[in-house]
Each structure stands twice: as structure tokens, then as C-alpha cells.
């Protein structure tokens, strides 16, 4: 079966200092991945969406950005963090099957980042 | 641009009742796919239900059914025999049947906060 990881946990970080998230998905293969950020009392905002290796594409512009060195692996950055980057962010996978997308994203448990 | 709108930003419900949370939402395409999902406390989103829209039948999954109503663009979620353990944040998400780009990417409401009495 398929699962998806993410760490930290949680995590408190300085304004200006640099971020690093980590999404890693086991049991399948060439998936999409995606990134989404949800601030407080607020629904999922999506911030970047990959569908293979070395192909990011970015939904908002922002001091965030992503990467993706392996076909399992969705890495979310920042060199310079801001207050306003706070909030709960959440990796998501989805099967890709020949010329149509599987619709069903499956959710990671999330990462806590509060910037101070 | 396609949205989604949940009216009801806090239900109540009491244990083994029965409650329905609304969910509509705008697009001018055909083919998509609509969602519940639900985040408990723990904010992990779990997936709740999916729809279909080309398929005429509701979807039912052991207590959760949706009443899809493809004309009115409404998708409400009904949970019957509700449990402790239900309550939760649930999130109606829009999900274009395109290929490619950002039309593929889900699109979320802003939620219902579903509470469960004992």
C-alpha cells in the first residue's frame, strides 16, 4: 500500500531564516505531488504542483519554492522565511495513469511551521 | 475560474442522528470530480468520499452519501448514525477532469466544523 511521510512534525524557525520541508511517498511510482499551505482557519491554499522529477510548476508567487530530486521525493524552501509564512502545510500524491489523472489526491500528515 | 462555497461554518449534530453539510460550487465544465474530505484534530486530511459528475449515482461510503445534484451544482454530504469520533473539519474540494496545468489541481471550500454531542 502507499503512504506518504513528511517531516518535521513541527517546527519554529526565526523570520530570515531558512526552510526546509521534506515529503517522501513509498508504494507507487511517477506520481504527482503537490504542496498545499493552510493558514489558520482558512481552507487548503495549493503552492506548487509537480508531475515528474525536476518539474515544478508554481500556483503563487511568494518567497517559497520546490523541488523534486527524486521521483518520490517533494522538497518545499525558503531561503528567507517571513511571518506571513506561517501555517499547516500538507504534501499530496496522486496516481498518474497514460493521458488522464487519476482525480484522488491522499494527504500526508502535515508539518506545523511557525515563524516568529 | 472555478469555486467552491460551504455556507455552514459550524454544524451540531447529536450522536446517531443524522446531518447534512451543504457544498456548491461554479464551473462551466462537464467532466470534473468533486470530494469531502475531513481533517480531525490531528489536521491530517483524510478522504471522506468522491464523485463523479458524468455518473448519475450518489456516491455512498458505509455511513457517508452525497446527494449530487449536477444541474444545481450542489454537493452535500450526509452522515448518518454520526459518532464521536466524526467530529471534524470537512473540507468540499473541485477537481477539473482536464489534464495538464493547474486545471487538474483541487480547489477547496473554506470547510464546515462539524461538532458531535454526546
Known amino acids: 500500500s502507499q503512504t506518504i511521510h513528511q517531516w518535521p512534525a513541527t517546527l519554529v524557525q526565526p523570520v530570515g531564516s531558512p526552510l526546509s520541508l521534506e515529503c517522501t511517498v513509498e508504494?507507487?511510482?511517477?506520481?504527482?505531488l503537490y504542496w498545499y499551505r493552510q493558514a489558520a482557519g482558512r481552507g487548503l491554499q495549493l503552492l506548487f504542483y509537480?508531475?515528474?522529477?525536476?518539474?515544478i510548476s508554481s500556483e503563487v508567487p511568494q518567497n517559497l519554492s520546490a523541488s523534486r530530486p527524486q521521483d518520490r521525493q517533494f522538497i518545499l524552501s525558503s531561503k528567507k522565511l517571513l511571518l506571513s509564512d506561517s501555517g499547516f502545510y500538507l504534501c499530496?500524491?496522486?496516481?498518474?495513469?497514460?493521458?488522464?489523472?487519476?482525480?484522488?489526491?491522499?494527504f500526508g500528515p502535515g508539518t506545523r511551521l511557525t515563524v516568529l | 475560474a472555478q469555486t467552491v462555497t460551504q455556507s455552514q461554518p459550524e454544524m451540531s449534530v447529536q450522536e446517531a442522528e443524522t446531518v447534512t453539510l451543504s457544498c456548491t460550487y461554479d464551473?462551466?465544465?462537464?467532466?470534473?470530480?468533486l470530494f469531502w474530505y475531513k481533517q480531525p484534530p490531528s489536521r491530517q486530511m483524510i478522504l471522506v468520499i468522491r464523485?463523479?459528475?458524468?455518473?448519475?449515482q450518489n456516491a455512498t461510503e458505509n455511513r457517508f452519501s452525497v446527494n449530487f445534484q449536477k444541474a444545481a451544482k450542489s454537493f452535500s454530504l450526509k452522515i448518518s448514525d454520526s459518532q464521536l469520533g466524526d467530529a471534524a473539519m470537512y473540507f468540499c474540494?473541485?477537481?477539473?477532469?482536464?489534464?495538464?496545468?493547474?486545471?487538474?489541481?483541487?480547489?477547496f471550500g473554506k470547510g464546515t466544523k462539524l461538532s458531535v454531542k454526546p
Open positions: 499530496a500524491w496522486s496516481v498518474r495513469r497514460g493521458e488522464r489523472d487519476t482525480d484522488t489526491q491522499y
Open positions: 508504494g507507487t511510482s511517477n506520481p504527482n
Open positions: 509537480s508531475v515528474g522529477i525536476g518539474q
Open positions: 464551473t462551466s465544465e462537464s467532466d470534473y470530480y
Open positions: 464523485q463523479e459528475a458524468y455518473k448519475q
Open positions: 474540494a473541485y477537481r477539473s477532469a482536464v489534464r495538464g496545468g493547474s486545471q487538474g489541481n483541487l480547489i
